[in-house]
């Protein structure tokens, strides 16, 4: 795995993660206007049909369990991220990295923030992924 892959792991989990709360909201949404028609319940011993409040719910459950689940990795895949960029000696690619794959910043804040050019910004990122390859500095996590 290139050092831009590896790296980008956290941007595209959060970008996930983002996309599951917006889910998880619409369900929670849908549940409100969920209502149980209680004539229509049997009282039985058996297990009948599920309702359509149970069946989101269920799926509300599920999705937040999930996004438990990522969050995790997440926690996880930024701190190996950290790992590596405090490896690097120039203080420049590691403020440049840390805001970019950790902080999920775009590059015109991190051009603004390091009072530089947007290409200065885009060459010394390109040095400090070749940096990293060069020392194979991913290679305990592919």
Same mark, same amino acid.
């Given at each position: 795995m290139k050092a831009k892959e590896f790296l980008q792991q956290a *941007?595209?989990?959060d970008k996930l *993660?983002? %996309?599951k709360l917006e889910q998880l909201e619409k369900l929670e949404a849908l549940a409100q206007k969920t209502t149980v028609d209680l004539s229509k319940e049997k &009282?039985? =011993?058996g %297990? =009948? %049909?599920t309702s359509p409040m149970e069946? &989101? &719910?269920v799926k509300i459950v599920g999705l937040k369990e999930e996004i438990n689940n990522d969050i995790d990795r997440l926690i996880d895949i930024k701190k190996e991220i950290g790992e590596i960029? %405090? !490896?690097l000696e120039d203080p420049s690619y590691q403020l440049i990295l840390e805001m !970019?794959? *950790?902080n999920n910043r775009d590059w015109e804040? *991190?051009?603004y923030e390091m009072n530089a050019g947007i290409r200065t910004i885009y060459r010394l990122h390109g040095k400090a992924l070749k940096e990293i390859e060069l020392r194979n500095l991913t290679t305990k996590w592919q």
């Open positions: *941007i595209w989990l *993660i983002d %996309s &009282v039985s =011993g %297990s =009948g %049909s069946n &989101v &719910v960029i %405090s !490896r !970019r794959y *950790i804040e *991190i051009a």
